[in-house]
């Protein structure tokens, strides 16, 4: 056994010349022995490759990933020797001093080492390495743990009462009364031991590592904690990840034939991807304008803080079709939620479940939407707080907690701000307005009554879209449909549903979403151009101006997700015009038509049958972009400089 163990310290050795974990380790000693503090515990955290390490030792790498506690025990004899013989740190004298922290960077993608929660019985004994994956769905206050604590003898005679004989280290799975109490005896004399306070070391070190709401892999060794009556199964974390999945590097034949079709004009492709999209829940060439407003929102959902976003709000009477068309659509993403009324949308807090009493924050719908969709259903559903919360979070992306430090057994309040990194989708029903009394004859020509909700929560809602069928009126097709769905659910009615299928979609939409995509110098001119216009004709001397502050970020977002469901990475005026059309057609639904006076389905004003009805679109699409132009030159600043058209 002595020899094994003598051949595992001279592998460790070579490993950590190898690796480059010597000369991190000589660094940190460095650190140590520059330091004028005093310490009782020299803590070195050792990264391991387990592949590297049984490629040149297979029991040190079979002892590091079964016996990690043991193994730890001679990397830290092989430290202590490497201090002392090279005098890396003048001031150790045991080596009961050297804490060794072991970090694998992976484990082997072996069943055995993925730890499953719902397996039984629990193999929390083990104490050593497994990995679990998932999302952070709630968080306690970050509260530090005694790393390491020096004791000493109370006989004063005893030789142990002073230098470093007793000192404590914190092992995975031990509680902090395991490291730190008061009825430690010497081993020598049997006097009580005390702890020398000003060496205690504290730490925290991953609390900080992982954000609520975020998807991450951990490595780690579980533990059961007995607190009282109750035990509770946790894992001691020695590594974190986080994971972002990488998208599909191609996108499917079907849509690389339909992208050849279409390449003379740059708004085909999105025309065509809307009109067939969602054929398992509504016909082919119906609700285009609203399916091409998901598909954009879609697209731009991403998992950084300068993101931009697309929330959708739509006014309809076909609550029911609606409500399908949005649950099947939240499918695509990995990250599209649901929410349930019955919970809350946005982060809360509450008494830890297993008995500490201290704080814990829920991450609810919002947070487990991150980098996707979170689809809250009935806007109109939601009281008056609940609302002024979603009116926030829209124009922040950001949520605050208040923890009160006196309901939770903390010295002090804290707050904690949390980001919302998530796109919203929601619905109003036109038909459930209680100010139904009101005169049409007080709203603008295209202006919807939209009473019911708040004003400036319609402003943070990027989109606004109504949809073309009013509920008394549903065209055949849907009917048929409708009829057809509810007599054999399974029923593939459409060609096209063969052709392009959900899996097509989801890789399509995550294809797309993963693409970086930059605004030419043509775009954002028009975009500016058509901004200070119409901030120009929508402005009147009681109100001031009718375009929300976040007016020319949604117009962005909008020209980037076109370009993107384009498969492009360079915004053009095609897609600028695409933004404009939606966003003209969302701000006459609130405010009523202007001089720009676009058409009522602006963006798909009559049906897509055939090449040459996409060919009379390209045409109007043109005359759109010319009626454009000259609303700039007559409302504009006179800033915006023409280019193919002049």
């Given at each position: 056994m002595h020899k094994e163990i003598q051949k595992m310290k001279e592998i460790i050795l070579v490993y950590l010349d190898r690796s480059g974990g010597l000369e991190k380790f000589i660094h940190d000693c460095k650190r140590y022995n520059d330091s004028k503090q005093s310490y009782a515990v020299y803590r070195f955290v050792i990264s391991i490759n387990p592949s590297d390490v049984a490629e040149l030792d297979a029991t040190l790498g079979n002892c590091i990933l079964h016996k990690p506690m043991e193994a730890a025990g001679i990397f830290q004899s092989v430290c202590f020797v490497a201090i002392k013989t090279l005098s890396l740190i003048e001031q150790l004298q045991t080596e009961a001093q050297i804490s060794i922290l072991l970090k694998p960077t992976h484990l082997p993608p072996l069943p055995s080492y993925v730890l499953s929660l719902s397996a039984f019985p629990f193999n929390y004994s083990s104490k050593r390495f497994y990995m679990s994956e998932g999302i952070a769905i709630a968080m306690g206050t970050v509260t530090k743990y005694t790393q390491g604590a020096r004791f000493l003898c109370t006989g004063e005679t005893c030789p142990f009462s002073e230098g470093f004989r007793y000192i404590r280290v914190h092992l995975p799975g031990a509680t902090e009364s395991a490291t730190v109490r008061n009825d430690f005896v010497c081993g020598l004399c049997s006097s009580p031991l005390q702890e020398d306070m000003k060496f205690r070391v504290l730490g925290d070190e991953l609390a900080n590592r992982m954000t609520i709401g975020n998807h991450y892999k951990i490595i780690g060794i579980p533990a059961c904690v007995q607190n009282g009556p109750q035990a509770t199964a946790c894992i001691e974390v020695s590594s974190v990840q986080p994971c972002k999945p990488n998208g599909p590097s191609f996108i499917g034949e079907n849509f690389q034939y339909l992208l050849s079709l279409t390449s003379s004009s740059c708004w085909r492709f999105t025309a065509m991807l809307a009109n067939v999209f969602a054929s398992q829940v509504v016909p082919p060439g119906t609700y285009n304008t609203l399916k091409l407003a998901i598909l954009l929102s879609?697209?731009?959902?991403?998992?950084?803080?300068?993101?931009?976003?697309?929330?959708?709000?739509?006014?309809?009477?076909?609550?029911?079709?609606?409500?399908?068309?949005?649950?099947?659509?939240?499918?695509?993403?990995?990250?599209?939620?649901?929410?349930?009324?019955?919970?809350?949308?946005?982060?809360?807090?509450?008494?830890?479940?297993?008995?500490?009493?201290?704080?814990?924050?829920?991450?609810?719908?919002?947070?487990?939407?991150?980098?996707?969709?979170?689809?809250?259903?009935?806007?109109?559903?939601?009281?008056?707080?609940?609302?002024?919360?979603?009116?926030?979070?829209?124009?922040?992306?950001?949520?605050?907690?208040?923890?009160?430090?006196?309901?939770?057994g903390e010295e002090a309040d804290q707050q904690v701000t949390i980001a919302v990194q998530t796109n919203f989708w929601s619905y109003v029903d036109a038909g459930s307005s209680p100010k139904k009394h009101i005169a049409r004859d007080s709203f603008l020509i295209g202006q919807m009554d939209l009473s019911l909700m708040p004003p400036n929560l319609l402003d943070v809602f990027g989109l606004l879209i109504h949809n073309e069928f009013p509920s008394c009126q549903l065209s055949f097709p849907v009917v048929n449909h409708v009829l057809q769905k509810a007599i054999n659910p399974e029923a593939m009615l459409y060609r096209v549903s063969q052709q392009f299928r959900t899996q097509d979609y989801e890789e399509l939409i995550l294809f797309a979403k993963n693409l970086h995509v930059q605004l030419s110098s043509e775009a954002e001119n028009l975009i500016q151009g058509y901004y200070l216009a119409s901030r120009r004709v929508r402005t009147d001397s009681v109100h001031g101006s009718k375009l929300s502050a976040s007016a020319l970020k949604i117009l962005i977002s909008l020209s980037k997700a076109h370009t993107k469901l384009s498969l492009r990475k360079k915004v053009l005026e095609e897609d600028a015009l695409i933004a404009i059309l939606l966003f003209e057609s969302s701000l006459t639904l609130k405010h009523g038509k202007s001089a720009l006076c676009i058409e009522p389905n602006a963006v798909f004003p009559f049906d897509l049958s055939d090449e040459n009805s996409l060919q009379q679109r390209d045409i109007y699409l043109l005359q759109c972009h010319h009626q454009l132009l000259q609303f700039i030159g007559a409302y504009g600043p006179g800033t915006y400089i023409s280019t193919n058209e002049e």
């Open positions: 879609l697209v731009q959902t991403c998992e950084i803080e300068s993101a931009d976003y697309l929330d959708l709000l739509i006014v309809t009477s076909d609550t029911l079709i609606i409500d399908r068309l949005l649950n099947y659509s939240i499918c695509l993403l990995p990250r599209g939620i649901r929410h349930p009324s019955s919970s809350d949308i946005f982060p809360s807090v509450s008494k830890d479940k297993h008995g500490t009493g201290s704080a814990s924050i829920q991450a609810c719908s919002a947070l487990l939407a991150q980098g996707g969709i979170c689809y809250i259903g009935d806007l109109s559903s939601y009281k008056k707080d609940k609302l002024e919360l979603l009116q926030s979070v829209l124009e922040s992306r950001t949520t605050t907690l208040f923890i009160p430090g006196k309901k939770y």
